[in-house]
């Protein structure tokens, strides 16, 4: 049997390069993909004075985990920036950030935090960067046996050129990350190494990294079980089919041996391909969604997977073409796919609940509706994800908000979007959900910032404007009544109890409607006064969640009634300020 291993840093020389970032080429009524060219050299973006004083900070959902910086562009395509402990909860986070305003590209780093109490309070560890040295585009996974629970940190640094690097903290909770022995090289340390390395702990104890190469264009597996030596040589594990490079390329492990990745290859499709041995050996690749043709939809930027047991499933960003590359914006979607659905729109581009334009700024690698990450929990497949809102900043961009929905049949059916975040100026981009949560919960994180757009890629987006954004955690609470998202509904009404309760100033309140009627929710005093109407409406069949903002409400015994035909029902909820 392995023994528990520790594992010590060798450092290298430190040496920084600048970056160029993705200028976001708009065609028309499209918008192309772009990835950061991780290796030219090219003028520093500065710090540059506000057009007026920073905002006050809008109300915020969720918790802070103490990790802000000044880049304020977290990935080319999702991100995998938490995980929870399946053994103790302990939540472990990574951001990337930059320190310095008036030398951005030269500060960035990797940035780690901690929470062992479900995250009302973090340890960074006094700030600690993984590493020391200028790094950027970092994901995070926790190990199995025999190092179960310790948390691995992919990214890419300068070490012979810029390469991926892992880093590992062992035991759990110290922020004493030890970096491993680094890949053999492709390139030999030139200007294409493997990078954006997504990393996956496997169920033997050891480590599997996927990254790709920004020239060639082409994706890279390799991995270690001894966290000293890496087992494929040069050129580490290539992959058969279409490549794509970006740092786009989800990789999760399962607690029986199998491993499964994504290769999204944008215009020419996305694959998923998996070992059953832990990483030794890979299957041929089995395509989620095709190569684009004309006026056919084709994968944006964004796809994630996990699994369900044995069984992958991925959320990916599609969206209309003009079999050029160029892609729709007003047409774009989240899609499902598993081998036993195929592909399902999970999310349609809706414009009551979305916007259908960009109000005439390009916004790096982000459309209307986008950024899609996916867990399972108990019965229910959970998709969050990202969706510009009508609100602008002065910079003209649009504020985006979190999203999500959930499927109770395997991904046959979804339902309705539920906003998490629903802040008016104020923009959350980025999320991520861990893959393991608690029953009932999901654990999330999202960039939080006061303006939207992207200020930090050189060219940058028309009007973006810099301030600290910020890393936020969020528990997300699902419901607990399940409703066949076909329309048929095991019972009658049903008003849950607000959450939170007590709560200063938001709730959810959430209800089921077993037949389309018109429906009122109302909210009352202690005098039996209407002091909100949150629904007045008709609603379908379904399961439906609110959110209630009691800001300018005093604290308080308060009573929410839902109303339906002859239906009523009343609960009391509690305002703490």
Known sequence: MMKRVFLFAVLGALVMTNQSLPAGNRKGGTLKPTIPDEHSAVAEKSFTPL?????????????????SGYYDYQANGTPQHIRVNPTNGNIHVTYMLADDSASVSPSRRTAYAYSTNGGSTWNNFNNVRVPGRRSGFPSIDLLQAPNAGCPVLGNHSTITGTQSAAFVDSPEGTGAFSELNAPPLIDAGATDEPIWPFVAGAADGGLIMHSSRSTAGTNHLNRTTDFSSWLFPTPWFTFSGPNGSGGRNSTQATTSGRVGTIVNATTNGLFFYESTNNGATWSAPVTVHPALTVDSFAVWVSADMTYDGNTPLVALNTSTTDG????????????????????????????ALFVDEMNGFPQSNHLTLGGPTICKVGSQIVIVFQAFQRDTAISGHRFSDVWYVRSVNNGATWSTPVNITNTPNLDERYPSVSKWNQAGFVNMTWQEDVYPGTWVIVTPDAGALPSRARQVYYKL?????????????????????????????????????????????????????????????????????????????ASGVYYYTLRAGQFSETKKMVLMK
């Open 477 to 553: 609470q699902l419901p607990t009544t399940d409703v066949t998202e076909s329309g048929t509904v095991a019972s009658g009404f049903v008003l849950e109890q607000n959450y939170p309760n007590p709560f200063n100033p938001k709730t959810r309140i959430s209800y089921l409607v077993p037949k389309g009627m018109n429906v009122q929710l109302s909210v009352y005093n202690v005098l039996g006064q209407e002091v909100a109407r949150v629904v007045d409406d008709y609603r379908e069949t379904g399961n439906y969640e609110v959110d209630f903002n009691a800001s300018h409400l």
């Open 324 to 351: 050029a590359g160029g892609y729709f914006y007003a047409d774009t979607k989240i899609d499902f796919w598993s081998q036993a659905t195929g592909l399902v729109t999970a999310v349609p581009h809706d414009t």
């Open 51 to 67: 057009p007026q004083p920073l905002p006050p900070q809008a109300l915020t959902v969720g918790t802070y985990t103490t990790l």
